[in-house]
């Protein structure tokens, strides 16, 4: 008894210990895992010892030899599912999910190139489970002891502590990471990958339940809804404008309405768009309804013109639903369509999403020269991105419908000082102080980007439209904020009408005009799909042509805040849109004056009801029970 405790540890030590050295050395050279500072290696050096440890803790629950077979067989499964995830990732640089592995297609692709993807010295990866199989065949006796119940919960509590450490850390560094998903590679950097595959499985499981109990009995209601919004394609004063054309989309990054038209320092913050808006068709109240998933969120409203999830990113959760989006739709009408980002393919699921929606092609960061120099911040910086894109686009069969999507006016707005042309604002924010330099940078790229585009030849072809994503600045730099609009404060309105980003539709040729009814992201799709000439009469959507006749009864924002013409609606208080004096209140705001009734109360329930509708169809699957092709 007291010769084994002094010479040889336990079996599940020595199983955490070389586990965790060895899944630490394969993340680190195996797979292409980037990393941007300390406490990202830190947090990735600790994660593999921190599942290792809660894993082969468990075996000293299990009598010596139920010990013996749950680390034998547990290093020689978690072994496995490593590598599979590394012959995987050499060919998609990325990493398994339960979806793709019920892919047809993926498995297929994986198949044909298998063996060229296993390597002879992969076997390095199994020494540790041979020194376990050795050890546990030689050593039985000095590895494994019936533990106390002191030492169990002991070593149980560790290891959870541990975990519990590690998620914090991670959590620090990411914040929100388990809520929003952003990308696999964030979660397996700060989760590790065998957390990362405990997470997809149950993600999976919670929308396979919602999905399973839906049957389709609530299409026609919904059917009806959406059928109220659309607008006669006789009615619509530009249908067709665009036909035949190639329809330019640049989503741009963080880009808000409150820069257009406005300076800082005495200098204009974006003078080209400034320019642009005056012989283009430009939306003053137009605005976003992202939520948790940021871009991902906008483009989904884009594609589909159905609101995202009020939490998550639709994105990841539902990436695998049937959906009707445009790039399938516009196909239909000899339409090709694209996406141009230069980021990890695997960022917010776009991969899959893409796919499933039916864009002909994603140029991710692959398609790009990224180096040091050309990048800043989030990577590559948008005049290089857009310079190195005009090659694209030529070669693309024509009419396209391509999405551009800059990166450089990211949060935290980093940008080398050759490349700021103006001075940041000075206030107690340095978020708000260097987005102004950052924006102007993204403005100028856009610049340039029209310029390659006539030089080109594609400018006469096409339409080009431009939208910012969602906000940049957010409630924490209000103080900020207040100070650069001259407002005491940011009040709950201010804070609506911050949400509204530019949408612009530039058709060259024509002079276009300011318009100030309301509008969103929502309304985006079928706007389009009518400039383009397509009837979008079998399409089930939320959203608005905005050159229809009809005015948009409300803007929904995701959390339920909403503006209509004459109010908006946010935290239980009602203003007057135009004025922002607050109206009334439904909660109490007084001590012994009881909330009340407001003038915006009976649009409420019809906004829930409209975002309701939009959850039904996503959580339920509910497309696909629908066929679009009937008449
Ligand atoms: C990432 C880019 C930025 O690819 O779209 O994402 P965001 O954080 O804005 O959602
Ligand atoms: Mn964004």
């Given amino acids: 008894m007291l010769r084994k405790q002094i010479h040889v540890p336990p079996l599940y030590i020595i199983a955490t210990l070389l586990f965790g050295v060895k899944t630490y050395i394969a993340y680190r050279f195996l797979f292409n895992i980037s990393i941007e500072n300390y406490m990202q290696e830190f947090i990735l050096f600790i994660n593999p010892f921190a599942s290792a ?7 000293v629950w299990l009598k010596q030899k139920g010990q013996i077979r749950f680390i034998r067989y547990g290093i020689l499964i978690a072994t496995l599912i490593l590598y599979f995830n590394l012959v995987f990732y050499r060919n998609f640089t990325d990493f398994i999910t339960i ?3 019920f892919q047809g297609s993926n498995a297929a692709d994986l198949g044909t190139s298998a063996l060229a993807l296993i390597h002879l010295p992969d076997l390095l990866l199994f020494i540790d489970v041979i020194i ?7 050593q039985k006796d000095t590895v494994t002891v019936n533990y106390s119940k002191r030492i169990k919960v002991l070593a149980l509590s560790l290891s959870v502590g541990f975990l519990i450490f590690n998620y914090v850390l991670a959590e620090i560094e990411r914040p929100q990471l388990l809520q929003r998903t952003f990308d696999r590679e964030y979660l ?6 065998y957390n990362y595959h405990i997470y997809d499985i149950a993600l999976q499981s919670k929308s396979q339940a919602q999905r399973v109990f839906a049957d389709g009995n609530e299409m026609p209601e919904i059917l009806e809804y959406s059928e109220e919004k659309k607008t006669n394609p006789e009615d619509s004063e530009l249908f067709g404008v665009a036909e035949g054309k190639n329809v330019i989309f640049l989503s741009l990054e963080s880009v808000q309405s409150f820069v257009i038209n406005n300076t800082v320092n005495g200098e204009e913050v974006t003078p080209f768009l400034n320019d642009l808006i005056n012989d283009s068709y430009y939306f003053e109240n137009f605005y976003h309804q992202t939520e948790q998933g940021k871009t991902s969120d906008s483009e989904f409203l884009i594609e589909n013109s159905l609101y995202p999830l009020p939490r998550g990113a639709v994105f990841f959760t539902h990436g695998q639903n049937d959906y009707h989006a445009m790039p399938e739709i516009i196909k239909e009408h000899g339409y090709f369509s694209s996406v141009l980002h230069a980021n990890n393919k695997s960022f917010w699921n776009r991969d899959v999403m893409y796919d499933n929606i039916g864009f002909d092609h994603f140029y991710d960061v692959a398609a790009y020269e990224v180096t040091d120099e050309n990048s800043v911040g989030w990577g590559l910086k948008d005049k290089e991105f857009f310079e190195q894109s005009i090659k694209y686009l030529q070669s693309q069969p024509k009419p396209f419908y391509s999405k551009f999507i800059t990166l450089t006016n990211h949060y935290p707005f980093d940008l080398s000082e ?12 340095r978020t708000l102080n260097q987005y102004f330099p950052t924006v102007r940078y993204t403005d100028e790229a856009v610049e340039e980007f029209f310029t390659d585009l006539k030089e080109s030849g594609l400018y006469e072809d096409s339409i080009i439209v431009l939208m910012g994503d969602h906000y940049g600045i957010s409630d924490f730099h209000n103080k900020a904020m207040s100070m650069y609009l001259d407002k005491d404060e940011i009040t709950p309105y201010d804070h609506v009408q911050l949400q509204r980003v530019p949408f612009i539709i530039h058709i060259p040729g024509m002079e276009g005009r ?20 397509i009837d979008s009469e079998n399409d089930i959507s939320f959203g608005q042509d905005l050159f229809g006749p009809d005015d948009k009864e409300f803007v929904a924002l995701r959390d339920g805040s909403f503006i209509s013409n004459d109010y908006v609606y946010t935290k239980d208080q009602c203003f007057d849109r135009e004025t922002g004096e607050l109206l009334g209140s439904e909660v109490s705001t007084v001590e012994g004056v009881p909330g009340e009734d407001t003038a915006c109360t009976p649009m409420k329930s019809d906004v829930q009801q409209e975002l309701s509708y939009s959850d039904q169809i996503i959580y339920g699957d509910l497309f696909r029970f629908y066929n679009f092709n009937l008449e």
């Fill in 418 to 429: 050759e490349d700021a042309s103006i001075e940041p604002y000075n206030s107690n924010s």
């Fill in 99 to 101: 979806p793709v592995l």
């Fill in 132 to 138: 376990i199989w050795m050890l546990s065949i030689k």
């Fill in 188 to 193: 397996v950097k700060n989760i590790g990958l």
């Fill in 53 to 59: 440890l809660l894993f082969f803790a468990i075996s």
């Fill in 514 to 533: 300011v318009i100030s009814d309301i509008a969103a992201q929502i309304d985006v799709k079928p706007t389009l799909l009518h400039l383009m000439g």
